[in-house]
């Protein structure tokens, strides 16, 4: 079976992942809000976390005993028809043309971020709950500031107000949502669902599609419910494209060990994991444009109460094209998980296990869209003899092109287009996938398309978490992974592995650093013979099926050096994103802008969390950033508790043997530790409904990249044995038919046909 180990930010911090386990498996309710998850390394999520330091006297007490049900009724009814009173607004835009045009900036962005039907309509009942909230603290927290004997912030209301739950309201169906349980056939079920439901056998929705993400520490919104963080003064916090264009360079700052497949293999995982969703019109559905399409700004007439834009002045790229409007809409919010009043959450449109959701789709309706139904295979598309991923059916809409023959492709994902080498990734796996439903067929001709379907999607899946933890996270983490546990990390039906929002809004967003903005294509000897902008190639991703490119790229992946994790970042992405030909977008200031609108706590909140030394000053940062990223952290920000996280966490020193900093690390070893002990359906669970046999479990484990690529390219010949690796004497290149690299065989899973089973949907 396959064993993993987290090497720990510091000696301070670490601890035994047996210890681990126990922190985890200590949470009660008491203690613990449902919507704050632990980080094992720092012992947990404090009572002060969630528990506001102003202990109420009997006057506070009295005063939340006195809001009654009648109250928490007219409250959300209330909240209701607010929402209501922006019908009119919502018409007069959609009059007005306000809306995001094809082939702009604003257009890219909605691709990747564009809400999915569950989305919205869950999102309106949140939106519901959100104002509900905003309205409690509004009628009771001026009340419990009098009867305190001292001070009673908003976010400190916003947790008192938390204890009020929605059950007995009209927002109650919204509890029932995620709080029904499965019945005894889902429970039992051999394979796991398409939208992650049924997976805990007490929660039934916990990791499911389109619920909430889950929190580290308690959210941090300036007025306790959804308005953005503000500075510890109560001044706004700097400008997004001022800190970026003050502190991020675009110089070319190669790693002298990683590959761009560690970058592309992240951002694959990333996309399996979570993805944000963008609110749109809730009365009208209509896409909300924040700026004008030449990147002006729009009267405040037309500005929607989603919007959230980055104006920019003075400033250096923007201003020879006169833009001074980079269009941010809000994400959608989410129902709380325990279903309570407080401060908001958003919605991960993914499922919150690692399950492939990026190929065969997060919802039972877009899977069923991706299969060809025919031996247990996803559909395809064929150029030139070569099986390439479908064809969207509306390539103007799903990707920046202008003909309706373009080629777009679609996947599990929405962002399969975002650039080539991503779109490659997805291409390898419907292969293998396919490849895997043929040979299983043959081995096993009894079996139906359903069964074939979900045992190739079983093994891939499979292979997944086999490249994850076995090759991925000990690059990532150093060498040291193995150095704390000397077994196997089971499932425990009490842990969660919902994705935390600083996971999926800072740290894996700034795995963008590693990107090159010039991809260079390989031949078999590992020369470069050519490269190209990413610029170009931001949803357009034709030029994957031009003879030859395929193989080229996937060498590229495997020999191109990656860049380093830090503040140098490909102009492509700071000054390029999605460019219409005149401006783009800047990933950066929008990842940063994005987790202020998600609630995250500043920097110095979570280098505390995990195990570093408390903050007073920004001389504290020294045990972990260099003298001159402090000096120029000082110029943009007044304090160092008004520190962006994803800021602090790409200006930590890498530790010499790992890819990230202290903070960075112990919040994606937090995650992944929750990701493999929260799922039922992880691969080597052997009380899971049909788990993998020995001999199954051992093929599996033959599984590298390097095989994969092997596999499911057309033509490459050439691979090392870990791909993440450059290529080099301890790492040679292998022939793709030798041993090194070793095959996983599938006559472990033949199956006698008096013993067949066949699954029902």
């Given at each position: 079976?396959?064993?993993?180990?987290?090497?720990?930010?510091?000696?301070?911090?670490?601890?035994?992942?047996?210890?681990?386990?126990?922190?985890?498996?200590?949470?009660?309710?008491?203690?613990?809000?449902?919507?704050?998850?632990?980080?094992?390394?720092?012992?947990?999520?404090?009572?002060?976390?969630?528990?506001?330091?102003?202990?109420?006297?009997?006057?506070?007490?009295?005063?939340?005993?006195?809001?009654?049900?009648?109250?928490?009724?007219?409250?959300?009814?209330?909240?209701?028809?607010?929402?209501?009173?922006?019908?009119?607004?919502?018409?007069?835009?959609?009059?007005?043309?306000?809306?995001?045009?094809?082939?702009?900036?604003?257009?890219?962005?909605?691709?990747?971020?564009?809400?999915?039907?569950?989305?919205?309509?869950?999102?309106?009942?949140?939106?519901?709950?959100?104002?509900?909230?905003?309205?409690?603290?509004?009628?009771?927290?001026?009340?419990?500031?009098?009867?305190?004997?001292?001070?009673?912030?908003?976010?400190?209301?916003?947790?008192?107000?938390?204890?009020?739950?929605?059950?007995?309201?009209?927002?109650?169906?919204?509890?029932?949502?995620?709080?029904?349980?499965?019945?005894?056939?889902?429970?039992?079920?051999?394979?796991?669902?398409?939208?992650?439901?049924?997976?805990?056998?007490?929660?039934?929705?916990?990791?499911?599609?389109?619920?909430?993400?889950?929190?580290?520490?308690?959210?941090?919104?300036?007025?306790?419910?959804?308005?953005?963080?503000?500075?510890?003064?109560?001044?706004?916090?700097?400008?997004?494209?001022?800190?970026?264009?003050?502190?991020?360079?675009?110089?070319?700052?190669?790693?002298?060990?990683?590959?761009?497949?560690?970058?592309?293999?992240?951002?694959?995982?990333?996309?399996?994991?979570?993805?944000?969703?963008?609110?749109?019109?809730?009365?009208?559905?209509?896409?909300?444009?924040?700026?004008?399409?030449?990147?002006?700004?729009?009267?405040?007439?037309?500005?929607?109460?989603?919007?959230?834009?980055?104006?920019?002045?003075?400033?250096?790229?923007?201003?020879?094209?006169?833009?001074?409007?980079?269009?941010?809409?809000?994400?959608?919010?989410?129902?709380?998980?325990?279903?309570?009043?407080?401060?908001?959450?958003?919605?991960?449109?993914?499922?919150?296990?690692?399950?492939?959701?990026?190929?065969?789709?997060?919802?039972?309706?877009?899977?069923?869209?991706?299969?060809?139904?025919?031996?247990?295979?996803?559909?395809?598309?064929?150029?030139?003899?070569?099986?390439?991923?479908?064809?969207?059916?509306?390539?103007?809409?799903?990707?920046?092109?202008?003909?309706?023959?373009?080629?777009?492709?679609?996947?599990?994902?929405?962002?399969?287009?975002?650039?080539?080498?991503?779109?490659?990734?997805?291409?390898?796996?419907?292969?293998?996938?396919?490849?895997?439903?043929?040979?299983?067929?043959?081995?096993?001709?009894?079996?139906?398309?359903?069964?074939?379907?979900?045992?190739?999607?079983?093994?891939?899946?499979?292979?997944?978490?086999?490249?994850?933890?076995?090759?991925?996270?000990?690059?990532?983490?150093?060498?040291?992974?193995?150095?704390?546990?000397?077994?196997?990390?089971?499932?425990?039906?009490?842990?969660?592995?919902?994705?935390?929002?600083?996971?999926?809004?800072?740290?894996?967003?700034?795995?963008?650093?590693?990107?090159?903005?010039?991809?260079?294509?390989?031949?078999?000897?590992?020369?470069?013979?050519?490269?190209?902008?990413?610029?170009?190639?931001?949803?357009?991703?034709?030029?994957?099926?031009?003879?030859?490119?395929?193989?080229?790229?996937?060498?590229?992946?495997?020999?191109?050096?990656?860049?380093?994790?830090?503040?140098?970042?490909?102009?492509?992405?700071?000054?390029?994103?999605?460019?219409?030909?005149?401006?783009?977008?800047?990933?950066l200031s929008f990842d940063l802008q994005r987790g202020r609108d998600h609630g995250l706590p500043s920097y110095a909140s979570?280098?505390?969390?995990?195990?570093?030394?408390?903050?007073?000053?920004?001389?504290?940062?020294?045990?972990?950033?260099?003298?001159?990223?402090?000096?120029?952290?000082?110029?943009?920000?007044?304090?160092?508790?008004?520190?962006?996280?994803?800021?602090?966490?790409?200006?930590?020193?890498?530790?010499?043997?790992?890819?990230?900093?202290?903070?960075?690390?112990?919040?994606?070893?937090?995650?992944?530790?929750?990701?493999?002990?929260?799922?039922?359906?992880?691969?080597?669970?052997?009380?899971?409904?049909?788990?993998?046999?020995?001999?199954?479990?051992?093929?599996?484990?033959?599984?590298?990249?390097?095989?994969?690529?092997?596999?499911?390219?057309?033509?490459?010949?050439?691979?090392?044995?870990?791909?993440?690796?450059?290529?080099?004497?301890?790492?040679?290149?292998?022939?793709?038919?030798?041993?090194?690299?070793?095959?996983?065989?599938?006559?472990?899973?033949?199956?006698?046909?008096?013993?067949?089973?066949?699954?029902?949907?």
């Amino acid at each position: 079976m396959i064993g993993f180990t987290i090497n720990m930010p510091s000696a301070k911090v670490a601890m035994p992942l047996f210890g681990i386990l126990l922190c985890i498996l200590s949470i009660q309710a008491r203690v613990f809000s449902p919507s704050t998850v632990i980080l094992p390394f720092h012992g947990g999520v404090q009572d002060n976390d969630v528990i506001p330091d102003v202990i109420p006297r009997p006057q506070v007490l009295g005063i939340l005993n006195s809001i009654s049900p009648k109250d928490l009724n007219e409250t959300v009814n209330f909240a209701a028809n607010v929402i209501g009173y922006m019908k009119r607004l919502e018409n007069n835009l959609l009059w007005s043309n306000i809306k995001v045009a094809d082939n702009t900036p604003s257009h890219g962005m909605l691709i990747s971020f564009g809400p999915e039907k569950e989305a919205l309509e869950r999102g309106k009942d949140a939106l519901i709950a959100l104002r509900s909230s905003n309205q409690l603290l509004n009628t009771y927290c001026h009340r419990i500031s009098k009867a305190s004997p001292q001070p009673v912030s908003d976010r400190d209301c916003a947790k008192l107000m938390s204890r009020f739950s929605f059950h007995g309201t009209p927002l109650a169906d919204a509890c029932q949502l995620l709080e029904s349980s499965c019945d005894k056939e889902q429970y039992n079920s051999a394979y796991r669902t398409i939208n992650g439901s049924c997976n805990n056998l007490d929660k039934a929705h916990r990791g499911e599609s389109f619920t909430g993400y889950s929190r580290l520490l308690y959210a941090d919104y300036s007025d306790g419910v959804h308005e953005p963080r503000r500075a510890v003064s109560r001044k706004t916090l700097p400008n997004p494209r001022l800190v970026i264009s003050s502190l991020i360079k675009t110089a070319n700052r190669p790693s002298k060990k990683f590959t761009l497949a560690i970058m592309q293999w992240g951002q694959f995982l990333e996309h399996d994991l979570c993805r944000s969703a963008t609110a749109v019109a809730i009365h009208t559905d209509s896409s909300i444009e924040c700026c004008s399409k030449d990147g002006v700004n729009l009267t405040p007439r037309f500005v929607h109460p989603f919007c959230s834009p980055i104006y920019v002045t003075n400033d250096k790229k923007y201003s020879e094209e006169g833009v001074t409007c980079l269009s941010f809409v809000r994400s959608i919010p989410a129902i709380r998980s325990d279903c309570s009043f407080g401060a908001a959450d958003q919605v991960n449109q993914a499922t919150h296990y690692l399950d492939g959701s990026q190929i065969y789709g997060s919802t039972l309706r877009r899977s069923q869209q991706l299969r060809a139904f025919d031996g247990g295979k996803l559909a395809t598309s064929t150029f030139e003899d070569r099986e390439y991923l479908p064809l969207s059916k509306d390539p103007t809409h799903d990707c920046q092109l202008f003909s309706r023959n373009s080629t777009c492709f679609e996947s599990g994902d929405a962002r399969v287009n975002f650039q080539p080498q991503l779109a490659l990734m997805h291409t390898l796996w419907y292969r293998e996938h396919n490849r895997l439903a043929t040979e299983l067929g043959k081995l096993n001709s009894h079996w139906d398309d359903e069964t074939l379907f979900q045992e190739a999607r079983r093994i891939v899946i499979a292979e997944m978490q086999t490249i994850t933890y076995n090759e991925w996270l000990p690059l990532v983490l150093g060498k040291s992974f193995n150095d704390h546990y000397d077994g196997t990390l089971t499932y425990h039906k009490d842990a969660d592995a919902s994705v935390s929002n600083a996971f999926a809004t800072a740290v894996m967003r700034s795995l963008k650093s590693l990107s090159d903005g010039m991809p260079k294509f390989y031949d078999e000897n590992r020369a470069a013979n050519e490269s190209i902008f990413m610029r170009n190639y931001f949803n357009n991703p034709g030029l994957l099926r031009q003879n030859g490119v395929l193989d080229a790229l996937s060498r590229g992946l495997t020999t191109q050096a990656s860049q380093r994790l830090d503040i140098f970042f490909a102009d492509d992405l700071i000054n390029q994103l999605y460019t219409n030909g005149k401006f783009g977008f800047d990933v950066l200031s929008f990842d940063l802008q994005r987790g202020r609108d998600h609630g995250l706590p500043s920097y110095a909140s979570y280098r505390t969390l995990c195990g570093l030394r408390e903050t007073n000053s920004f001389i504290d940062f020294l045990d972990v950033m260099k003298e001159q990223d402090i000096l120029a952290l000082q110029r943009v920000y007044a304090s160092p508790q008004d520190v962006d996280l994803i800021i602090g966490g790409l200006l930590e020193k890498p530790k010499s043997d790992s890819l990230f900093g202290p903070t960075f690390s112990c919040i994606v070893a937090d995650q992944m530790i929750r990701t493999r002990l929260g799922d039922r359906y992880f691969l080597d669970n052997p009380d899971q409904p049909k788990p993998f046999t020995y001999e199954q479990l051992r093929e599996i484990g033959n599984v590298s990249l390097a095989r994969i690529i092997c596999d499911d390219s057309d033509d490459v010949q050439q691979m090392q044995k870990r791909a993440f690796a450059k290529v080099g004497l301890s790492n040679p290149l292998f022939n793709c038919s030798s041993d090194e690299i070793p095959k996983m065989s599938l006559n472990a899973w033949q199956e006698l046909q008096a013993n067949s089973v066949s699954y029902k949907a």
